[in-house]
């Protein structure tokens, strides 16, 4: 059973400070992650893809992936509230033909 | 950007109807299409992945006698949901990725909010 695990929160953090929000994937073989933004009532939008090892920057997102630690995490610089959303992180395990295994999501709240 | 266009929104109906949720690809060929049901502060949870032209492919737990799923063509895939009881109240979702793409090509649609009386 292919599981994801994230922190379901509420995380609250100031305006204008750094999110951090953690994921990690039971299998070992996953080769693409992601983290979706989903607002309440409404579809999922992507927002960081991270394929190997190390950090990915993307303006104020920032994506760590450590595949031996089978953890995945996203960092949002300069926190806005507009940032407040459900973040879902999201693992596939390859082949292209299978569907994302999805976390419960973090629920992220910037504090003006 | 690609468009996944999912129909209705929303939709209420009574127990034991059925219920069809369409998803089109407006400005591609979505070889494959997947749909997600999402009970409130959950995950989407996978039910099922359909190809075009061939029977989908479901997830374990998920009955394919109540959810059925057609992909008649590369730009529309349907899900009927049978006989829907009070359980089967959820959001659905489908998301949809064309040929030889990864996932972050998968465009997802908007949504179906389903609530059975």
């Known amino acids: 059973q292919k599981e994801v695990e994230q922190n379901s929160g509420p995380l609250s953090v100031p305006e204008g400070a750094i999110a951090s929000l953690n994921c990690t994937y039971s299998?070992?073989?996953?080769?693409?992650f992601f983290w979706y933004r989903q607002y309440s009532g409404k579809s999922p939008e992507l927002i960081m893809s991270?394929?190997?090892?190390g950090d990915k920057e993307d303006g104020r997102f920032t994506a760590q992936l450590n595949k031996a630690s089978q953890y995945v995490s996203l960092l949002i610089r300069d926190s806005q509230p507009s940032d407040s959303a459900t973040y879902l992180c999201?693992?596939?395990?390859?082949?292209?033909?299978?569907?994302?295994?999805f976390g419960k999501g973090t629920h992220l709240i910037i504090q003006p | 950007g690609a468009v996944v266009s999912q129909h209705p929104s929303r939709v209420i109906c009574k127990s034991g109807t059925s219920v069809k949720i369409e998803c089109r690809s407006l400005?591609?060929?979505?070889?494959?299409m997947f749909w997600y049901r999402q009970f409130p502060k959950q995950s989407l949870m996978l039910m099922a992945t359909?190809?075009?032209?061939?029977?989908?492919?479901?997830e374990q737990g998920v009955e394919k006698d109540k959810f059925l799923i057609n992909h008649a063509s590369l730009t529309l895939s349907t899900l009927t949901v049978t006989s829907a009881h009070p359980e089967d109240s959820s959001f659905y979702i489908c998301?949809?990725?064309?040929?030889?793409?990864?996932?972050?090509?998968?465009?997802f649609g908007s949504g179906t909010q389903l609530s059975v009386l």
């Open positions: 359909s190809n075009e032209g061939s029977k989908a492919t479901y």
């Open positions: 299998d070992r073989g996953s080769q693409s």
């Open positions: 400005d591609f060929q979505a070889t494959t």
């Open positions: 991270i394929y190997s090892n």
């Open positions: 998301s949809a990725r064309g040929e030889d793409s990864g996932n972050e090509k998968l465009f």
């Open positions: 999201a693992v596939n395990s390859g082949g292209g033909a299978d569907g994302l295994t």
